[in-house]
């Protein structure tokens, strides 16, 4: 123990070191008995705010899948498909003759 802390501890408080130190234990102790009972709170405070934040992330990304699945099924739409394919390549239909059917066993 430093110096003027006992010499603080004998002339303001008027008590023995030994006491002193007594006192000194039983205040940590109860200070480590607060901490853990508290403790296990912030850790649940902290954990909900996390929670709501990757809760809210998660809701963002799903409409995010959802508009592109819809983005998907346009793209992939026969008559868009069939349209640009008419547009770009010049495509015309089949004529009677040109068509072969294949049939599998």
Do not use: C
């Amino acid at each position: 123990m430093p110096k003027w802390f006992g010499k603080i501890a004998k002339t303001r408080v008027h008590v023995s070191p030994r006491e002193f130190r007594m006192i000194l234990f039983a205040s940590i102790l109860v200070m480590i008995g607060a901490m853990a009972f508290v403790w296990p709170n912030v850790k649940m405070v902290k954990m909900g705010r996390e929670y709501q934040v990757l809760a809210q992330e998660q809701n963002t990304l799903s409409r995010v899948n959802n508009l592109l699945k819809v983005e998907r099924g346009s793209l992939q739409s026969l008559d868009r498909i069939y349209a640009l394919a008419k547009e770009h390549t010049d495509l015309k239909p089949a004529a009677d003759g040109q068509t072969v059917t294949v049939f599998l066993k």
